[in-house]
């Protein structure tokens, strides 16, 4: 039982994090909570193969990652810069949302990079864990974010 | 301040809004974990959808009811050995909530305790499904399980009995149970013991598997598999097989391995399943259907 509320305490701090990388990659809320639900599914039942208690954040993140794929696979979505490029707007608070709008205005692939490099604080290293990418593919996505996030945000920064 | 402290300010001062039905759907999955279950079978659930009254008391026919005595009387005959016959029925439909369980029993002419033994597990894995209907109806939901059960092998060698079960809670999962009985001998038999001792049929059975999942993912992009190796992706990987992993003889004679939802796949994979072709593993099998 305890460790069922820790579960859920974890979960439920990480709950906004889901979100946006689910977001991030998928570009729908519906099959973000998709993934989110069997993500924790799937996280509850793997939680006794987790030996560090304290790596439960970039685990679940990739848990996530890859049911987000997962989803992305099955459902046959072809990513393209095209498609994705352009994410329904983001109702409310709009006016302190200028980064999440110009993220959701990147290709999916810098998204998530984006998502967790600057909002969730993730390392290089970790990124290329959980996205299950190099860390200089890490970098290079990086790099490419912040020259399109550069030219988004200009003038609101 | 250079463009990444910027980013990283903003994104900290930035508070993006989640949708209400994301943290509907996180906390009623939270909510609802379900127990965790030792192998060979995990029971997973899936929530979300509408809440649901709270329905009323369900109700079992027990054996000696009147009901059950007409049930009794109309036996199907499955085999020249093994009947099987409904003992059980638990209906509910309320609202929401619709679940329907029609629990077997397997009688055995002849010696060995194969069919006891089933029966046993049968009844406990159906009172662990009307447990776990029960602790969910008390809370919100929005359930449907139909429980069934189905003879898939039955000659003068092979017994194979199948429950199915398939739950739906905004999603639907299919989960199946097989039960096996040698009929000369009436004992009950595991996978394990398809195979001489000395024979390592885990590592054949899983080599098989790995490399049937590769050419799957090959030739499909919509399948995945958690494979060391073939995707870039994984983080927990598809190893080997349990020792008793679940199975059964196809109506071809080959050894077919069903997995759970989860087992081997991400949830949107479904419950994939193998059928194993390795020409030694059939040179070693000890029993035929």
Not at chain 2, 149 to 157: A, F, G, M, Q, Y
Not at chain 2, 207 to 217: A, H, I, S
């Amino acid at each position: 039982m305890e460790e069922l509320q820790w579960f859920t305490d974890q979960v439920q701090e990480q709950e906004k994090a889901m979100y946006r990388l689910a977001m991030g990659i998928l570009g729908n809320s519906e099959d973000a909570a998709d993934a989110a639900q069997e993500a924790i599914l799937t996280a509850y039942q793997k939680l006794p193969t987790l030996r560090r208690k304290e790596s439960f954040r970039p685990w679940l993140m990739r848990i996530l990652t890859n049911e987000c794929y997962a989803i992305l696979r099955r459902r046959k979505k072809v990513v393209s810069l095209d498609e994705i490029s352009h994410l329904p707007a983001v109702s409310g608070g709009e006016e302190n949302l200028q980064l999440w709008q110009a993220v959701c205005g990147l290709n999916q692939q810098l998204r998530a990079v984006v998502v967790l490099y600057y909002y969730d604080g993730f390392s290089g290293k970790e990124i290329g864990t959980i996205l299950g990418i190099t860390e200089a593919n890490v970098k290079t996505r990086l790099s490419r974010a912040r020259k399109h996030l550069r030219i988004l945000l200009e003038g609101s920064t | 301040m250079n463009l990444d402290d910027k980013l990283r300010q903003k994104a900290r001062q930035e508070d993006v809004p989640v949708p209400e039905e994301f943290s509907r759907r996180v906390e009623e999955t939270l909510s609802h974990l379900p127990a965790r279950r030792t192998r060979p079978h995990i029971w997973r659930r899936y929530l979300g959808g509408v809440s649901a009254a709270v329905v009323a008391l369900a109700f079992i026919l027990p054996n000696s009811s009147a009901a059950m005595a007409d049930t009794m009387a109309s036996l199907p005959l499955v085999g020249p050995l093994f009947q099987v016959i409904t003992v059980r029925t638990y209906e509910q439909e309320e609202g929401k909530n619709h679940v329907s369980i029609a629990a077997p029993q397997i009688s055995q002419q002849g010696s060995g305790t194969g069919a006891q033994e089933i029966n046993e597990e049968v009844e406990a894995y159906v009172d662990q499904l009307i447990a776990d209907y029960e602790q969910t109806v008390q809370s919100d939901g929005y359930y449907t399980l139909d429980v069934t059960w189905e003879v898939v092998t039955n000659t003068e060698n092979w017994f194979t009995l199948r429950i199915n079960s398939d739950l739906i809670m905004a999603s639907g999962n299919h989960q199946e149970r097989y039960y096996h009985i040698d009929v000369p001998s009436g004992e009950r038999k595991r996978l394990s013991d398809l195979f001489p001792e000395d024979y390592d049929y885990i590592s054949v059975i899983s080599e098989e598997l790995k490399t049937q999942m590769r050419q799957r993912m090959e030739a499909d992009e919509g399948e995945y598999y958690w494979l060391e190796g073939s995707t870039q992706l994984g983080s927990y990987f598809f190893d080997a097989i349990d020792p008793n992993q679940d199975f059964y003889f196809n109506s071809q004679g080959n050894i077919v391995i069903p997995f759970d939802k989860y087992e081997v796949a991400p949830g949107s994979m479904g419950s994939p399943s193998f059928t194993l072709a390795t020409p030694e593993l059939y040179e070693q099998l000890q029993y035929h259907p």
